[in-house]
């Protein structure tokens, strides 16, 4: 049994990923006022074992009752070698499935611990007559053998949306010489995360979803995480997550196109849909001031167009047909 045709939403803004512990109300409650694109409700390394039962239902409570207006709404279970996985998704799921976007499955390691997952919430939508596949799916990649499956992970189920780089675990797993997360390990002269990175980015362009880069633990050392974020979004990344409040600006800053940028998008989309129609000539290429832009252009305008749209920008330039 299979989730039918997708109902997931893979274009949700997801610039900041706010993480916030499921077992803490006073957390839960202050999440809802900050402007996080997407919150997460942490059953997992932010509950300690022992509260684990207790905060499930507290995240179905907050669910159901908070005022998550303009957020995508994020639940992370544990993970599939842990006793808690499949409670953690019954309860959620059938206490508030409803209020619901998406569940985060850590530690992913190959393609059928995603199956699983999709076939218990495809049974449990089925059981509560809730939309079969509308509750997405988001991946986080935490080691090496689930970097080295992870195209076979993003295509597993219609239901993923994101692929999630986890870097605590990751560095844990591969033994990197450096015990702050998301900093550069002392004695590599390069960027010790590119390939990493480049090889989530790749197999979620493949496959249509999101790639979002994990979080940088100095929590109070803001232009760390800018610089971090910096360069997780220069490779293309969607998002990154936040830990602390301090943070959520940042990451909505640094995953936006700048002003210039965006109303530069909008000039080459509008230059080219006319360029291109009858009243424009029908030409394959043309000039935008000094700029020569043509198909290409056209879809690279798209992808920071896109991206100014979803953060809500308003362009402050307007196109003029040229004279002639």
Not at 156 to 177: C, H, L, Q, W, Y
Not at 242 to 247: E, F, K, S, Y
Not at 286 to 294: N, T
């Amino acid at each position: 049994m299979t989730s039918p045709a997708p109902q997931v939403d893979r274009l949700r803004p997801r610039r900041s990923c706010l993480a916030v512990p499921g077992s803490n109300p006073r957390f839960l409650e202050k999440a809802q006022g900050l402007p996080a694109d997407q919150v997460f409700l942490d059953l997992e390394d932010a509950c300690a074992p022992l509260a684990k039962p207790e905060a499930r239902h507290t995240v179905v409570r907050f669910l159901n009752e908070g005022d998550w207006t303009g957020k995508t709404r994020v639940v992370r279970v544990n993970d599939w070698t842990t006793e808690w996985t499949y409670r953690d998704v019954v309860t959620v799921v059938e206490g508030a499935g409803q209020n619901l976007d998406c569940l985060m499955l850590p530690k992913v390691q190959d393609a059928q611990q995603i199956v699983a997952l999709d076939l218990l919430l495809t049974q449990i939508e089925r059981t509560m007559g809730f939309e079969v596949g509308r509750i997405g799916i988001e991946a986080q990649i935490e080691n090496a053998r689930g970097l080295n499956n992870v195209n076979e992970i993003a295509q597993a189920s219609p239901r993923v949306e994101t692929i999630v780089f986890g870097p605590a675990d990751f560095m844990a797993s591969i033994n990197m010489k450096s015990l702050v997360v998301g900093e550069q390990p002392a004695g590599y002269p390069a960027d010790a995360y590119h390939y990493i990175l480049m090889k989530i980015l790749m197999a979620a362009r493949a496959n249509d979803v999101q790639a979002i880069d994990g979080p940088y633990l100095q929590i109070r050392n803001v232009d760390g995480f800018r610089e971090v974020a910096g360069r997780a979004a220069a490779l293309g990344f969607d998002g990154k997550w936040v830990l602390h409040p301090g943070q959520v600006e940042a990451a909505n800053e640094v995953f936006s196109p700048t002003q210039e940028d965006y109303d530069h998008a909008e000039l080459i989309l509008d230059a080219y849909a006319h360029h291109t129609s009858e009243e424009g000539g029908r030409k394959g290429s043309a000039m935008l001031g000094d700029e020569m832009i043509d198909e290409a252009s056209r879809k690279m305008a798209l992808v920071v167009s896109g991206k100014g749209r979803a953060a809500g920008m308003r362009r402050t330039s307007a196109f003029e047909i040229p004279e002639g």
